[in-house]
């Protein structure tokens, strides 16, 4: 039933939306939640395939879920300066989804939460976040351009091997080690900082990096291992 819905706007009695309740409305176009919500539940709005357009609340802290996998028209989602958790493949299959700016509030990413995302261009990791989940985290999102990472991170995996649009990548003042195959085959990147934090380069970490013409590696490098920048510049 229900499934001609177009639009919702939700009160402000709710605290917490449960889990699947607009699953499938694929007819759904906007969503305006109430400003007292702070939980959307597990798969809330999945395959919600017209989604457009959702406004999300200031007091917003969890995200569980699944709960915008595979909503196919969303382009653009401002987060809350409130929000907590993003548990796994919140974003999943959000095709047209062009931006991510994750707010400084954010302590926890599950797994693959922005894969297939393939129209994903730019992504910007707010400040709370200390690790980012080594199992696929940008899977298939092989438009992304921009990259910047916050200044907790100390470890760079290889969450963006094999991203040929890849141009351009600001790492934080933190970051000790990049890690085997980071940027390997970024066939597109040009400019990336190098911290003065930085120890370790790994192994193939630059290789196929074919566009990159100029890199500056500061003195705290001491180790950079077999074929960190074979076939590049």
């Known amino acids: 039933g229900c499934n001609n819905l177009k639009k919702v706007v939700i009160g402000n009695g709710l605290t917490d939306l449960t889990g699947s309740i607009f699953q499938g409305k694929t007819n759904l176009t906007e969503v305006i939640l109430g400003e007292n919500i702070t939980t959307i539940g597990s798969f809330c709005f999945n395959g919600c395939t017209g989604l457009e357009k959702i406004v999300l609340p200031k007091k917003l802290r969890n995200i569980e879920g ?53 129209a994903l261009e730019s992504f910007i990791l707010g400040d709370g976040i200390e690790e980012i989940s080594t199992y696929d985290p940008f899977y298939e999102c092989n438009n992304l351009r921009y990259v910047k990472l916050n200044d907790k991170l100390t470890y760079i995996s290889n969450w963006f091997s094999n991203k040929s649009n890849l141009e351009t990548v600001v790492l934080g003042n ?23 934090t930085l120890t370790t380069i790994g192994n193939s970490a630059f290789s196929g990096c074919s566009k990159l013409a100029s890199i500056y590696i500061p003195e705290s490098v001491n180790k950079i291992e077999n074929y960190a920048f074979s076939n590049s510049g």
């Open 66 to 118: 699944g709960v915008f996998y595979e909503c196919d028209n969303l382009r653009t989602i401002e987060m809350p300066d409130s929000l907590r958790i993003l548990k796994d493949q919140v974003f999943q299959g959000c095709e047209n989804l062009r931006s991510i700016t994750l707010p400084d509030s954010l302590e926890s990413i599950g797994n693959q939460v922005f894969r297939d995302c393939k």
């Open 174 to 196: 933190q970051v000790t080690t990049i890690g085997n195959s980071a940027f390997a085959n970024c066939k597109s990147l040009q400019t990336i900082n190098m911290p003065e």
